[in-house]
Nanobody, 123 residues
Framework: VQLVESGGGLVQAGGSLRLSCAAS????????IGWFRQAPGKEYEEISC????????NYADSVQGRFTISSDNAENTVYLQMNNLKPEDTAVYYC?????????????????WGQGTQVTVSS
């Protein structure tokens, strides 16, 4: 089982990035996939999650309206489209898989994690 994030980078404020979370060893319809981030000196924050089995998505208030999570089951990949990026979005972004129909904000309820991808937003 493996999760591999990609798509991070350096972008100016107001710009966009699309992160990818490619899953192998399991199928997305059996898991909920969450995106977390950790900014320097701060705790992990769950920012979005998708459950294909129940057709639900959710977002943290900090990214609501700017980020969109989606899933391509044929590619076994979850995406996080990030628009109107702000310097406070600078963080390492991780995707995680939870063997459940439902998302959770608790990191210890996720079974698998990717290695993370750095997003840096300059002002």
């Amino acid at each position: 089982v493996q999760l591999v994030e990609s798509g991070g980078g350096l972008v100016q404020a107001g710009g966009s990035l699309r992160l990818s979370c490619a899953a192998s060893g399991f199928t997305l319809d059996e898991y909920s996939i969450g995106w977390f981030r950790q900014a320097p000196g701060k705790e992990y924050e769950e920012i979005s999650c998708i459950s294909n089995s129940v057709g639900s998505t959710n977002y943290a208030d900090s990214v609501q309206g700017r980020f969109t999570i989606s899933s391509d089951n044929a590619e076994n990949t979850v995406y996080l489209q990030m628009n109107n990026l702000k310097p406070e979005d600078t963080a390492v972004y991780y995707c995680a898989a939870r063997f459940s129909d439902y998302c959770s904000s608790r990191m210890n309820e996720y079974n698998y994690w990717g290695q993370g991808t750095q997003v840096t937003v300059s002002s």
